[in-house]
């Protein structure tokens, strides 16, 4: 019987808990927590999810604005605008779609992001923070962002009841704002975990020998039933599109279940807790500035 690791109940739970925040926050401060988003505009994708966020922003009382830039935006401009919404008191919590335009020195945008406003936690100070700790306790316990997708990963996790102390999880994708942030959380929890990437050797032989397996690198369908362990956990971050345009995960699902014991479906899996945990900390955002 395998189980599938849906995130939709969670997501939703989540979004309900913050109602009741942003209402004191209305109450105290007469207004509610704002986000302001940077959109890349020649990078659909990514315009797409941004608008899906704001809506669901929207949908439950945190007001949003959009602005974009373009491949003519340079660094200095994009540090102007991100410093100038860095200090902005009707800006809460600030979030830049990535990727970046080539032309543009992503490490300088992120750290010029207040790191009290860098809601998914992309800042040096924030990511440095969280790597100083060495457990998630330390983690979950400080005044810090973490970057909202590693977080859903351990939310939808422990939604489920998995425990991953002890286990040999092997983390797929190294970025700094997925892959390696998950790989530390799991690390964190006292999961012995192996950072794979695309220069990995004997992928697949790392992935027959792991009880989990979290995979974050775009690739369609790229995980078959012949690499996963028999009765492992799976956990999909991937979001691609394949031959029909349909969303999928990193992971052949439909291939790969009935070998598994629990495995994440792409849509409804990560990604909806990913949204929820981000509209969680643009509340936690603004209860701190404003110091509820
Ligand atoms: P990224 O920056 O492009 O990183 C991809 C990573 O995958 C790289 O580390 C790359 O290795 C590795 N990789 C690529 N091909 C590989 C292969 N054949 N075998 C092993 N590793 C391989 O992407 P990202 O921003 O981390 O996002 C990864 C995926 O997660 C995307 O599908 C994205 O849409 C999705 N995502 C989902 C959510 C959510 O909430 N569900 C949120 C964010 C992102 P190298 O380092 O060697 O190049």
């Not at 008191?89 to 970046?100: N, S």
Request: proline share 5%; charged share 20%.
């Amino acid at each position: 019987m395998t189980t599938i690791l849906e995130g939709k109940t969670l997501s939703s739970q989540i979004s309900s808990s913050l109602k009741p925040r942003i209402e004191k926050l209305i109450q105290n401060y007469n207004r509610p927590p704002h986000l302001s988003a940077i959109a890349y505009k020649e990078d659909e994708a990514s315009v797409v999810y941004l608008k899906k966020e704001i809506a669901a922003c929207e949908k439950i009382g945190i007001t949003a604005d959009m602005s974009y830039i373009d491949s003519s935006t340079g660094t200095g401009r994009l540090i102007s605008i991100v410093e100038e919404l860095s200090v902005s008191p009707k800006t809460d919590a600030v979030l830049i779609t990535r990727p970046l335009p080539k032309n543009i020195e992503a490490m300088d945008i992120w750290d010029n992001i207040n790191p009290v406003k860098d809601i998914d936690g992309v800042s040096t100070i924030n990511l440095g923070r969280m790597f100083q700790c060495r457990n998630f306790t330390e983690i979950a316990g400080n005044s810090f962002f973490i970057p909202c997708t590693a977080l859903a990963v351990i939310r939808l996790l422990q939604y489920h009841n998995i425990d991953v102390k002890g286990k040999n999880v092997s983390v797929l994708g190294r970025s700094p704002t997925v892959g390696k942030p998950t790989a530390h959380l799991l690390s964190s929890l006292d999961a012995t975990v192996t950072l794979c990437h695309s220069k990995t050797q004997n992928l697949a032989e790392m992935l027959g020998a792991s009880d989990m397996v979290v995979s974050a690198i775009g690739k369609p369908k790229f995980i078959t039933a012949d690499m996963v362990k028999q009765g492992s956990i799976l956990i999909d971050v991937g979001t691609n599109w394949d031959e029909n345009g349909k969303m999928c995960g990193d992971i052949d699902f439909e291939n790969v279940k009935s070998k598994v014991s629990a495995i994440s479906p792409v849509p409804g899996g990560v990604g909806p807790v990913t949204l929820a945990c981000l509209l969680e900390n643009i509340v936690l955002s603004a209860e701190r500035m404003r110091k509820v």
